[in-house]
């Protein structure tokens, strides 16, 4: 099951799921953003469901920062399941060398990209 698509994307925090921006996954290719980064990245589909993303975030605005620092170019590696409908991804998000600083996140399918 391909996902390519528009996605939103959300962090686990603690007062539940918060909405941090949109991706657009495309053949491998991810691209998105939101009021406060934008990121850029690739993913890999797995046949057991899961997907492994390679994400720089680019971070500009003045909200809270992921991880702890601001960044131009924060790498983030993103471990997901796809669920059995292919409409939800959950994983967790870590940066490179620091995996036990991981971050819940939850991508919601949201439509088909354009022809």
């Known amino acids: 099951m391909s996902i390519n ?28 953003g939101g009021g ?6 690739r993913y890999e589909e797995q046949a057991d469901g899961n997907v492994v993303f390679h994400i720089d975030i680019s971070q500009f605005g003045k909200k809270r920062t992921l991880f702890g620092r601001k960044s ?13 409908d292919g409409t939800q991804m959950l994983g967790e998000a870590t940066v490179p060398g620091y995996s036990e600083y991981g971050i819940a996140v939850r991508y919601k399918k949201r439509g088909e990209l354009p022809e």
């Not at 539940?16 to 691209?31: P, S």
């Not at 406060?36 to 990245?41: F, L």
């Not at 131009?72 to 993103?78: A, F, M, Q, R, Y």
């Open 5 to 32: 698509g528009i996605w939103s994307s959300e962090i686990g925090g603690a007062y539940g799921w918060e909405a941090i921006g949109t991706v657009f996954l495309e053949d491998g290719r991810l691209r998105g």
């Open 36 to 41: 406060n980064h934008y990121s850029v990245g």
């Open 72 to 84: 131009d170019k924060l790498p983030i590696e993103v471990r997901a399941h796809l669920n059995d």
